[in-house]
């Protein structure tokens, strides 16, 4: 279902930050309405309004296009040899068996180049949109952390106030007491929440499930019918059903629907046009995008583009674009969405035990073999993998594939493959940052 990774070479989730500025790419086969991006993203902001590029390299290569903004000249984009051996790099995952490759990198002044590769359909063969909308899974929790944040500054939620306070009642179970968990440890994975999957749905099968709608009560209940997984604070443990119960907190305290604050506070003010959190019961993904894959019972992969996500919701619902997602990592990092107070409560993470990888609130901070830090979350979900962080320079890297590690791993060895593949997405995410 919904897991977790940033750069590190796992086969979990993915993804990115940086500093973005005004983004308007160009898709590789057809602009329509929603591909104008980031019109404007941030670029709003009195004075920041900037020049932007976006250097399409889908296969066949298109010709690179340069965009003017309103005030200033154009800064440098990615350097050619940056944007080709990104090029490179998404090419390589498709010879690795993923059906089709995204990727953009943003410079720290929104300076942006792309690639697209592979087949966005298996059936068609039609090469995949470039920068095309994705099912971005857990990245969805960065959203929800942000705004959590932002409701900490306001003075309508404590970090380390227990969640009973905003939820009285609710949480509660065996071993289970929200008098007793913050909604720093939600936030941080160190609550000892059990998680839904494997009881929501009764089968891992996500072809039986696809198109079942399930509120986020249904989603707790079947957390909260198991037993706590430790005593709150002692340990940390990936666990969905924290951001579905942030999702739940973020209702109470604004009497608004999550993704109504996600879009309000966030994807409108920067400007985020193919940033979204779907409505109840949408199961197309809204604009131009690749289809994604996952292996089925007879070992094959099948389409599965089209599902209801409700059942990740506030864990990993959203659908957006590699460059957005640079446009709204940078964002929270260089103080358009939080006060700098905040961004340093976010960084402050607990050890994950893989590779000196932390976790903060709602980040995860990964070493760079360059030296330094990445900051990103990431995202899986049936279908697609999204893995990306920023750099200490503030360049952002998104890498989008249409299927899951596990689903392209060979099954002979499943475990062992599906790191392999999933540590050459980790590798290309590093050289970009690394600027190799």
């Excluded at 709003?44 to 066949?60: Q, Y």
């Excluded at 380390?160 to 936030?187: A, C, F, H, M, N």
């Excluded at 979204?276 to 894959?293: D, L, V």
């Amino acid at each position: 279902m919904l897991r977790v990774g940033v750069v590190g070479p796992r086969s979990h989730d993915t993804g990115g930050m940086g500093k973005a500025e005004k983004f308007s790419p160009v898709s590789s086969n057809a602009v329509t309405p929603e591909s104008s991006e980031a019109v404007g993203a941030a670029g709003t902001r009195a004075g920041r309004r900037r020049s932007v590029v976006w250097r399409v390299l889908a296969v066949p290569v298109v010709a690179a296009i340069a965009l003017g903004a309103a005030g200033g000249a154009a800064s440098a984009a990615p350097s050619k040899g940056e944007a080709e051996s990104l090029k490179a790099r998404a090419q390589g995952l498709v010879e690795a068996g993923y059906p089709a490759a995204l990727a953009a990198v943003s410079d720290s002044k929104g300076e942006s180049a792309g690639a697209a590769v592979g087949k966005g359909s298996l059936e068609t063969g039609q090469a995949p949109p470039m920068d095309g909308e994705v099912r971005v899974g857990s990245n969805t929790k960065t959203f929800v952390a942000v705004v959590v944040m932002q409701m900490v500054q306001e003075g309508k939620v404590g970090l380390d106030e227990p969640i009973e306070t905003y939820l009285p009642g609710l949480i509660k179970g065996e071993g289970v007491d929200g008098s007793k968990i913050t909604v720093r440890q939600l936030l941080q994975h160190t609550s000892g929440l059990p998680d839904f999957e494997e009881t929501l749905f009764g089968t891992t099968d996500v072809f039986q499930y696809r198109y079942h709608y399930v509120t986020p009560r249904d989603i707790l209940d079947s957390a909260l019918s198991k037993p706590a997984q430790f005593e709150p604070g002692t340990q940390w443990k990936y666990t969905n059903t924290n951001y579905v119960v942030l999702g739940m907190l973020v209702e109470r305290v604004s009497q608004r629907p999550v993704g109504e604050q996600i879009d309000e506070r966030i994807v409108k003010k920067l400007g985020l046009s193919r940033t979204y959190f779907p409505a109840q019961g949408e199961e197309k993904i809204r604009g131009t995008h690749p289809r994604g894959y996952h292996l089925n019972g007879e070992g094959k992969l099948e389409d599965i583009t089209e599902m209801d996500p409700a059942w990740g919701w506030a864990a990993g619902a959203m659908v957006s674009t590699p460059s957005e997602l640079n446009t709204f990592f940078q964002a929270v990092f260089d103080g358009r969405l939080l006060s700098q107070a905040s961004i340093d409560e976010m960084k402050k993470g607990v050890d994950i035990g893989s590779g000196g990888r932390v976790y903060g609130l709602g980040i995860v901070g990964t070493p760079l073999s360059c030296g330094g830090t990445a900051w990103g979350h990431g995202g899986d979900i049936e279908g697609y993998h999204t893995s990306g962080g920023v750099g200490p320079d503030g360049t952002a890297v998104t890498v989008a594939v249409t299927a899951l590690p596990t689903a392209i791993a060979d099954q002979n060895n499943p475990e062992s493959s599906a790191k392999e593949k999933a540590g050459k997405i980790a590798e290309a995410v590093d050289i970009s940052l690394c600027h190799k």
